[in-house]
């Protein structure tokens, strides 16, 4: 079945430390996004792509980094300029327009200490 | 970034109640969509509209495109206790070609 995995569920990183999210979807989706949560919050966009080998900043980017080398696959960095990486941080997927949506990963929760 | 504005921002009510929350914009939409975020995991689709004045129902659930097409509504009749979650709302931004998300409604159910 299609899908989106992002991995790994939880995360544990020192401050201070660089630390990459995983995301790779199977849908044939042109499109990805990146997301972050915090605790009784909305979804805010970090970071988006809509085609191999480009990406845009979303209205967060500062202290975070994005890749997009293959269509399947959007890895997100934490950098240590990201003052308080703390937060739940979901991946999705869409076609291109997304027409129908966006379709989520389970989502990674990321904890520095 | 703009946010849509989402209402009620949360919700505790008893198990077999019935549920409504809307979203407003300032800016047309083509699409609305609602998701449901359960505790820990990312959301998921629950309806979608793309015609303004259509009705959608999938089960317990109905959702309507406002003809202003800048809100639209989401009802949950008879309410259980895994109606539990936040409840987003999302349009379709046509210019940007990405979705524009509620700030979500957050429902608890009793049993």
């Known amino acids: 079945d299609g899908g989106i995995t992002q991995s790994p569920k939880y995360l544990f990183r020192k401050e201070g430390q660089n630390v990459t999210l995983s995301c790779e979807q199977n849908?044939?989706?042109?499109?990805m996004y990146w997301y972050r949560q915090d605790p009784g919050q909305g979804l805010r966009l970090i970071y988006y792509s809509q085609i191999v080998n480009d990406f845009q900043k979303g209205d967060i980017a500062e202290g975070y980094s994005v890749s997009r080398e293959k269509k399947e696959s959007f890895p997100l960095t934490v950098t240590s300029a990201q003052k308080n990486p703390t937060a739940f941080y979901l991946c999705?997927?869409?076609?291109?327009?997304?027409?129908?949506?966006?379709?989520f990963g389970s989502g990674t929760r990321l904890t520095v200490v | 970034g703009q946010q849509l504005n989402q209402s009620p921002q949360s919700m505790f009510i008893q198990e077999g109640e019935d549920v409504s929350m809307n979203c407003t914009s300032s800016s047309i939409f083509n699409t609305w969509l609602w998701y449901k975020q359960d505790p820990g995991e990312g959301p998921v689709l629950l309806i979608a509209?793309?015609?303004?004045?259509e009705l959608t129902s999938n089960g317990r659930l109905t959702a309507q495109f406002g003809i202003t097409r800048k809100d639209s509504f989401l009802n949950i009749s008879a309410s259980i206790p895994s109606d539990v979650g936040i409840y987003f709302c999302a349009g379709r931004d046509t210019g940007f070609q990405k979705l524009v998300f509620g700030t979500g409604t957050r429902l608890l159910v009793s049993p």
């Open positions: 999705a997927s869409s076609s291109q327009g997304a027409t129908r949506g966006y379709t």
């Open positions: 849908l044939n989706h042109d499109a």
């Open positions: 509209l793309y015609k303004a004045g």
